[in-house]
């Protein structure tokens, strides 16, 4: 991985996780980006999603 990153687990609802990086709910510390399974956004039918 690169040194100028920081990777910090997520956990939690998926719905909740996108809602606080498209800033409709607040967190303390707002991610650069987030990965997510593109496999488990299939099963809950959000694979449409922007990237």
Avoid: Q, S
């Amino acid at each position: 991985m690169r040194p100028d990153l920081d990777a910090v687990r997520g956990r939690g609802l998926v719905g909740t996780r996108l809602d606080e990086f498209d800033g409709r709910r607040t967190m303390e510390h707002k991610p650069d980006a987030r990965v997510l399974a593109r496999a488990g956004l299939e099963r809950l039918g959000l694979e449409g999603i922007p990237h």
